[in-house]
């Protein structure tokens, strides 16, 4: 053990703080093991319920906004865009496509859901 | 020669305003008596003329160099990534660890069947993402390459921590040959490569339409999705609600484990983050108090010179008669 060494060991000793090390957790004794199973079970009860339908956040949202206010221009133009887009492949074909219209919707949309997003997410 | 030729011309022209009566004395004068003779008007007009010649020389410039044409639809050019508020990437905030753990768990699970990590070793992973026992669990997982035997055979050992993630093919060659000539990039550096970085990748993730947009041309093999510069990508969508079951609960909707998976591979290009901002923070509070000693030191050194008092004493010269 160095110089160095007992000097920080010391510091560290004197330091009104810790720091906190991730070791790997302790082995679990026997009796806590024994009541484990039962909550695990329910957690996964808990978990399968909520698994069974996740739902993505970010869909949703983007739908709703989609459909509001802020974006109803940009979803007019979209939709009108669509419907003439597809007339025209009907009655033979067309170069015009829908790109832009929807690159103005989508952007509008992430933008309005992004800071509700990111209030629900992890 | 030049000089001369202005000169005439000049005074041409001072002849034509001044009217021919007064040409042979005007030329016969000194030029320092002709710009005497200079009305405030003549000169006013010849700086508004300047004036104009400039402004207008800016204008012409602009209008021939100024805009920047850009050859690009907004198809080519992709769908610029929305901004998301990002925790880690606040000037005082660190990565999420619970995130980058689920993130790897993510890239394990899902991208790394295609996508190599070549530069992240396990070690890195110790302390960040796993534990000790867990990284070297997850080494001794797969074989590497020992030192070359008595033979000169090289045989296969477990992983140690100082190896690095392995890649999903052999080489770039074998990576094309398995995804229909599309190269799966290597992700160590991937958030740093891509212009938007976490939130490209973000977007570029979940941003995948149910389907293409009327009208809209996808090549064959390629998939739609508005944030890839060209909007075709040969990787399909891979997150779906309910892909990975995460250890800590967490509900795996698609876009968390897009949001993790981001979080991780931002970490995987910078895992010095987090040592980073702390020692700027020192750099704040070692600068800071260096700048208030140094504000003490100051008013200590300069006191002699601020208390001080200049005092004029005039001399007592009683019964003098003011001076008028």
């Known amino acids: ?122 | 020669m030049l000089a001369r030729s202005c000169l005439r011309s000049a005074r041409a022209f001072a002849g034509l305003r001044n009217g021919a009566v007064h040409v042979s004395k005007r030329a016969a004068s000194s030029s320092s008596s002709g710009a005497n003779a200079e009305s405030p008007l003549r000169l006013n007009i010849a700086a508004a003329a300047a004036t104009a010649v400039a402004a207008s020389s800016i204008a012409w410039y602009y209008h021939l160099y100024g805009p920047t044409a850009d050859a690009a639809t907004p198809a080519e050019e992709g769908l610029h990534p929305t901004k998301y508020p990002w925790v880690h990437q606040q000037w005082f905030k660190t990565f999420d660890h619970q995130a980058l753990r689920r993130g790897f768990q993510v890239y394990r699970e899902v991208c790394a069947s295609c996508h190599s990590l070549s530069r992240v070793p396990y070690r890195a992973l110790v302390g960040t993402i796993l534990t000790l026992d867990e990284a070297k669990a997850l080494a001794e997982e797969n074989e590497y390459d020992s030192e070359p035997n008595e033979q000169g055979e090289i045989e296969k050992r477990p992983g140690k921590l100082s190896d690095y993630l392995p890649a999903p093919y052999k080489n770039e060659e074998a990576a094309r040959f398995a995804n229909n000539g599309a190269l799966p990039p290597d992700l160590s550096l991937i958030v740093k490569g891509r212009h938007g970085g976490c939130d490209y990748i973000f977007s570029l993730l979940t941003g995948y339409p149910d389907e293409p947009p009327a009208g809209a041309q996808v090549g064959a093999g390629l998939n739609f999705n508005p944030y890839f510069p060209g909007t075709g990508i040969a990787m399909a969508r891979v997150l779906f609600d309910g892909l990975v079951d995460y250890e800590d609960g967490t509900p795996a909707t698609t876009s968390q484990m897009a949001k993790d998976v981001t979080e991780f591979l931002n970490w995987a290009a910078e895992p010095e983050m987090d040592d980073r901002k702390r020692m700027g923070m020192k750099v704040l509070v070692v600068t800071s108090v260096l700048f208030a000693l140094s504000v003490w030191v100051k008013r200590y050194k300069w006191a002699w010179l601020k208390s001080r008092k200049i005092v004029y004493d005039p001399p007592k010269t009683p019964n003098t008669p003011p001076r008028l």
Request: proline residues 7%; glycine residues 2%; charged residues 40%.
């Open chain 1, 1 to 122: 053990m160095g110089i160095w060494d007992v000097i920080t060991e010391l510091v560290e000793a004197a330091a009104p703080w810790s720091t906190a090390d991730a070791e790997a957790p302790a082995e679990v004794p026997e009796e806590t093991k024994a009541e484990e199973p039962e909550e695990e079970a329910e957690e996964d009860e808990e978990e399968e319920e909520e698994e069974e339908e996740p739902v993505d956040p970010k869909e949703t949202l983007e739908e709703e906004c989609k459909n509001s206010k802020e974006c109803a221009p940009a979803k007019h133009h979209f939709d009108e865009c669509v419907e003439r887009v597809t007339n025209a492949q009907e009655n033979g074909g067309t170069k015009e496509d829908c790109v832009e219209e929807f690159f103005h919707l989508a952007h509008c949309a992430s933008q309005c859901a992004a800071p509700k997003l990111w209030s629900i997410l992890k």
